[in-house]
């Protein structure tokens, strides 16, 4: 067997591969300064739309039709685009990942569906555009004759991890998918 003598660790054990990793690790922190520093340059934004497997932005006044899941509840299908963020590298289980509220609200800000707080990994593109398709944005009712108003809001804010955060809404019409 071959030994790396500067530490005294076969080259076979995990001590061995732990070493090598961790420099690794330490050069691709995505919350670093540096990271930081380099998103800060690019204009940040966000764009609201919906999509299961792309993005169609949506503009206040637009009719979105909601989706019945396997479960009998209605959702939006949401997507969100951004630009200017910093996440982490692994898709689950990420502290680096960004941070995303998707809600709907009612005419009094009533949240009446979606979800707060929740990590999120998006697609990041080569012009640095990060792109979230297919998030389920439930809907607290089971029809929409149980809102007081089609008429809602979607609502969108992101917090990465260096502290940028980023918020939008739209004024939509929920209508039967």
Same mark, same amino acid.
């Given at each position: 067997?071959?030994?790396w003598?500067?530490?005294?660790?076969?080259?076979r054990?995990?001590? %061995?591969f732990?070493?090598?990793?961790?420099?690794?690790?330490?050069?691709? !922190?995505?919350? +670093?300064p540096s990271?930081? #520093?380099?998103?800060a340059? $690019?204009d940040?934004?966000i764009s $609201?739309?919906?999509?299961?497997? +792309? =993005?169609?932005?949506?503009?206040?006044?637009? !009719?979105v039709?909601?989706?019945?899941?396997s479960?009998?509840?209605?959702?939006?299908?949401?997507?969100?685009?951004?630009?200017?963020?910093?996440?982490? $590298?692994?898709? %689950?289980? !990420?502290?680096?990942?960004p941070l995303? #509220? %998707?809600?709907?609200?009612?005419?009094d #800000?009533?949240? $009446?569906?979606?979800?707060?707080?929740?990590s999120?990994?998006f697609?990041r593109?080569a012009?640095?555009? =990060?792109?979230?398709v297919?998030? @389920?944005?439930?809907?607290?009712a089971w029809?929409?004759e149980?809102?007081? +108003?089609?008429?809602?809001?979607?609502?969108?804010r992101i917090?990465?991890a260096?502290?940028?955060?980023?918020?939008?809404?739209?004024?939509? @019409?929920?209508? #039967?998918?």
């Amino acid at each position: 067997m071959l030994e790396w003598l500067a530490l005294g660790v076969r080259m076979r054990s995990p001590g %061995f591969f732990a070493v090598l990793l961790v420099p690794v690790l330490v050069a691709c !922190d995505p919350a +670093s300064p540096s990271a930081c #520093d380099a998103a800060a340059e $690019i204009d940040a934004t966000i764009s $609201i739309g919906v999509g299961e497997q +792309s =993005f169609a932005p949506v503009s206040d006044g637009e !009719d979105v039709g909601l989706v019945r899941g396997s479960q009998g509840g209605l959702m939006v299908l949401g997507a969100l685009e951004v630009t200017g963020i910093v996440q982490g $590298i692994a898709l %689950f289980g !990420d502290e680096d990942n960004p941070l995303v #509220d %998707f809600q709907l609200r009612a005419e009094d #800000d009533t949240v $009446i569906g979606g979800y707060a707080g929740l990590s999120r990994h998006f697609v990041r593109d080569a012009d640095d555009v =990060f792109t979230l398709v297919g998030e @389920t944005v439930v809907l607290d009712a089971w029809g929409l004759e149980e809102l007081a +108003s089609p008429e809602v809001t979607l609502s969108a804010r992101i917090a990465d991890a260096c502290g940028r955060e980023l918020a939008a809404t739209r004024a939509v @019409t929920l209508v #039967d998918g």
